[in-house]
């Protein structure tokens, strides 16, 4: 029974991780942390 | 009625910042199509017919630079109904001269003055009134920084707009270049607006030559650019340009005031005396490098590490070191009892291995009962053989000297009775996560193969890079600081030099710096260069510098195999500007690449001390970023790296492996058909190819690669430190060669992105790849094949052609070439027909 | 001809032509630099490429290569 639960913890952890990505992709979030409407290539 | 307002101004005057201010997150940015000039648009905030365009920053409506020409191939073509003219009131001469060449597009103008605190805080003035009489059109100060005026200069231009007034124009030149204007506006067509024929008939006078692309039927006005230059004893372009600056010194005089602060002694100054001083600079900037990745690597680096690594993520801590010393004290009490058994047992060994395995199989296994672990105790001691053993055993006294010890079963026994201390007992211990993890998933009855996972697999490999994250976040934070104070621009300005003699320009300095933080936005920064070729050359190498992600992998290579040498992670440094160096020079001399270096015209921005609240903020935010792909990336390429990991083909068959038949996996099977190829390079183990493999995705997965394979020989073998394994299974040097493989090979899959977007094109794509890959490996198995002649190992085969490549290296270096004297702007002219 | 390549540290000369052509002229006069306007030479780099010159107001950097296109007198 705990590794059904832990399991499913997982489970949710790895989709929440790939649905992060994926929404990151579409809005153009890049990975330095801004988002590229705003970086104008000079991140300081 | 919906209402186009652009926004136009110098680079750098605080363009961004207000169209920020103005549309809030109602943005769209794109690029303009054919280039790569980003486009942005965005929504007026409370308005919602009103649309701003962002233009990119320009000096001018010259044809020379992409961003020139797709600025105004907009204005022209797209016609907005307003010019919002940012104009930087520090710099205001130079700023007008933009104004005075949008002011003849026949469109409305209105200026926003911007950084007039900075103005006021100088003690400098600007007669807005005076100025606005002399443009003739609106003038508004601004703050886009602070905010202040932003929005009455959006709602001036959008009445403007509205009001669509004709525009009359108050500039003018010379009296014989008006006279010439004049002629050449009646010979325009009518295919050019009335309230634009101005500014066509003075591009056609500057023999502009894409402004022909914009109009149906061009006039021949050879006749009045002959008179104008005979009469000026100047080419025509010179002549309207210095008509410009000569209108607008007029007029500053009357409208600006400048206060008598000294020219020569501000406190900029002062620095750059030194800073950029002509022999100290160069070392200067070595120096600085060296203590910034000294503090951050080596000194916080390593402290901050081990304390994540064998701490947080190892078996547990003292808070605040409440315990440490107590701890130590038990430990070092108990020292010489330890010495005693293993100096027993390894003797033991030798004596009656067979006994002696029983023996330590039960001893050493954690989960054993203590009843069993007795009786075995029992079995052993009373063992004939065993009983009669004595040996001696070399153990460090409290002064540290060393004495000879008779060890015999009787003290055996008495040593195995000593409790060994057990840090949790003293003072307040944290427990490292996976033993907090591990016990939760104990009590709640999970299944073995899934705590394998979790523990293994997951929190092996993102612990590992979880651990270096406090070093980031110092490094972060020294590279902010240098930054924001506008260091890096003077870096640039020293550079150049270097960089010009292999034909690129401090320009593409900039990337590297911003390449020293993540290599995406350093590659989008590449857009500043307007050579196209220059451009390229800089996106494919700007990549070399190490990123924030490849921090870990040095810190790693330098922990495991360097006992956190400082000059490891410096190195990498200057590996990387060594090789964007050597690759300039190299292919600046290929046809592909010759051409004229790019004019180096930069401003220089002042120094100024940067606030905590930025720099603080500058950090966190890259410190997050790296945390969150640790949580999102990473944590899936471990789930996917655990898998292959433990399931292959074991006994003949398909399934689950145990910890010992890790070289049976589908990964080692992946692992083995590639490893191979790096086998000249000192590392063909299986381990190490696959390592390199996953940092594609992310270079900071070569790290969490290593956590998991490494961390989990740990179950196999005798509990030996991870990082031990791994310095354990490759020598120092192919270890080096490891690092710099790394830090040259193409980038993550985030940055390759970046580069196929600025590279527009496939093909360049492909080379830009191919092109730092085959680098990495060469330059790998070169430091590998000569490194090793120092070490003792030579490989006869491996060192001839290391030679050869460093022979051919140096060629390519050396050789002669011939630069072309044209500078090219390609532009798909099909993208503004109108 | 005296251009602004040979121009020393610390002085300030008047530009009297430039000299060139193309984009690169262009840009230089886009700074700023253009006939009758001063110039004052603030430092030069290490290496002796660029030179810093502060002109109507503000400051610029320049390739010795494009200094030389710039003629000047004192």
Same mark, same amino acid.
């Given at each position: 029974m705990g590794t059904v639960i832990v399991g499913i913890i997982v489970l949710a952890i790895a989709g929440g991780a790939a649905y992060s990505l994926h929404r990151d992709k579409k809005n153009g979030k890049s990975q330095c942390g801004g988002d590229c409407s705003r970086c104008g290539g000079h991140c300081h | 009625m919906s209402i186009k307002i652009a926004l136009a101004g110098?680079?750098?005057? @605080?363009k961004t910042t207000l169209f920020n201010a103005l549309t809030g997150s109602n943005q769209f940015v794109g690029n303009w199509p054919g280039v790569t000039v980003e486009k942005k648009e965005g929504k007026l905030k409370g308005h919602s017919d009103v649309t701003i365009m962002d233009l990119p920053g320009i000096y001018s409506l010259s044809p020379y630079t992409l961003e020139e020409v797709v600025a105004r191939n907009y204005l022209v073509g797209e016609r907005p109904d307003a010019i919002l003219n940012i104009v930087d009131g520090t710099n205001i001469e130079r700023n007008l001269y933009l104004s005075t060449q949008l002011m003849e597009l026949g469109i409305p103008v209105i200026m926003a003055v911007n950084m007039m605190d900075i103005l006021e805080k100088n003690g400098d003035k600007i007669h807005l009134d005076k100025l606005s009489e002399k443009l003739g059109c609106p003038v508004v100060a601004i703050s886009a920084l602070k905010g202040t005026g932003i929005k009455e200069a959006a709602d001036k231009a959008v009445d403007l707009a509205k009001k669509a007034a004709t525009v009359t124009i108050a500039h003018s030149f010379a009296d014989s270049v008006e006279a010439v204007i004049s002629a050449v506006e009646a010979k325009i067509g009518s295919d050019v607006a009335d309230e634009q024929k101005r500014f066509f008939a003075i591009k056609l006078i500057e023999k502009d030559d894409k402004i022909k692309d914009m109009m149906k039927s061009v006039p021949d006005v050879s006749a009045e650019v002959q008179k104008l230059e005979d009469e000026f004893d100047d080419d025509t372009e010179s002549i309207i340009t210095n008509e410009r600056y000569q209108y607008i010194s007029s007029i500053i005089h009357d409208c600006c005031t400048k206060s +008598? +602060? /000294?020219? @020569? @002694? /501000?406190v900029s100054d002062k620095i750059d005396k030194v800073v950029t001083n002509r022999w100290a600079a160069l070392p200067i900037f070595a120096a600085v490098m060296f203590l910034v990745y000294y503090i951050s690597v080596t000194t916080v680096g390593s402290w901050a590490t081990d304390w994540a690594n064998d701490g947080v993520f190892g078996d547990g801590w003292h808070l605040f070191g409440i315990g440490t010393s107590a701890y130590n004290d038990a430990a070092d009490e108990y020292a010489p009892y330890d010495a005693e058994i293993k100096g027993f047992l390894e003797a033991a060994e030798e004596k009656a291995p067979d006994v002696t395995k029983e023996f330590t199989e039960v001893y050493d296994d954690e989960d054993a009962q203590e009843a069993d672990v007795d009786a075995a105790i029992k079995a052993f001691t009373s063992n004939s053989a065993i009983k009669s053993l004595t040996t001696e055993v070399n153990i460090a006294g409290e002064d540290e000297d060393e004495e000879l010890v008779n060890v015999n079963v009787a003290t055996f026994e008495t040593a195995l009775e000593q409790e060994e201390p057990d840090p949790a007992d003293y003072g307040v211990w944290v427990p490292g996560i996976p033993v907090l993890i591990g016990n939760g998933l104990d009590a709640i009855g999970c299944a073995d193969w899934l705590s394998g996972l979790i523990l293994d697999g997951i929190v092996a490999g993102v612990g590992a890079v979880l651990g270096f994250v406090p070093q980031m976040l110092v490094l972060f934070i020294f590279l902010a600081f240098l930054e924001s104070c506008g260091y890096m621009a003077r870096v640039a300005f020293i550079m150049d030099r270097i960089f010009r003699k292999f034909g690129l320009s401090g320009k593409s300095f900039i990337p590297m710096l911003i390449g020293s933080g993540c290599g995406v936005p350093g590659v989008m920064a590449s857009r500043t260069i307007e050579n196209d070729r220059d451009r390229k050359m800089t996106i494919m190498t700007t990549t070399f510098i190490p990123c924030g992600a490849k921090l870990p992998i040095i810190a790693l290579i330098a922990g495991a195999f360097f006992d956190n040498a400082g000059w490891v992670a410096w190195s990498a440094y200057f590996v990387g500007i060594a090789a964007i160096i050597c690759s300039g020079i190299i292919l600046k001399k290929t046809k592909m690449f010759a051409g004229e270096p790019a004019p180096f015209v930069m401003e220089l921005p002042a120094y100024h001390m940067p606030t905590v609240e930025n720099v603080l903020r500058s950090m966190w935010e890259r410190g997050w970023s790296f945390i969150k792909k640790a949580g999102t990336i990473i944590l899936l390429s471990t789930i996917v790296l655990w898998f292959l990991m433990n399931f292959g083909w074991a006994d003949g068959s398909f399934g689950m492996l145990e910890a010992e038949q890790l070289d049976s996996s589908i990964l080692a099977a992946i692992g083995s058909v590639i490893a191979p190829i790096f086998a000249p390079l000192g590392w063909g183990n299986w381990k190490m190819a696959v390592a390199a493999i996953t940092g594609l995705i992310a270079k900071e997965n070569v790290v969490a690669t290593f956590g998991i394979l490494f961390g989990f020989a740990e179950v196999a073998e005798d509990g030996a430190e991870i990082w031990g394994q791994l310095g354990a299974s490759i020598v120092p040097i192919a270890a080096y060669g490891f690092l710099v493989f790394n830090l040259l090979c193409a980038p993550c899959f985030a940055a390759m992105g970046a580069i196929k977007r600025e590279m527009n094109n496939t093909k360049w794509f492909w080379f830009a790849i191919g092109y730092q890959t085959v680098l990495a490996y060469i330059v790998a198995f070169c430091i590998y094949q000569i490194g090793s002649v120092f070490t003792g190992n030579i490989h006869v085969v491996g060192l001839i052609i290391a030679l050869l490549f460093v022979a051919g290296f140096i060629y390519l270096l050396v050789r002669p070439y011939k630069e072309s004297d044209t500078l090219k702007v390609d532009m798909k002219k099909k993208a503004f027909a109108k | 001809m005296k251009t602004l390549k040979e121009t020393a540290c610390g002085q300030t000369v008047k530009v009297k032509r430039l000299h060139g052509e193309g984009p690169v002229k262009r840009r230089i006069m886009d700074m700023g630099i253009t006939k009758g306007v001063d110039v004052y030479v603030r430092k030069v780099a290490p290496l002796g490429d660029p030179v810093e010159v502060t002109v109507r107001g503000y400051e610029l950097s320049l390739r010795k290569a494009d200094a030389e296109m710039i003629e000047v007198e004192a």
């Open positions: - | 110098n680079p750098n005057c @605080g +008598k +602060k /000294s020219e @020569g @002694g /501000s | -």
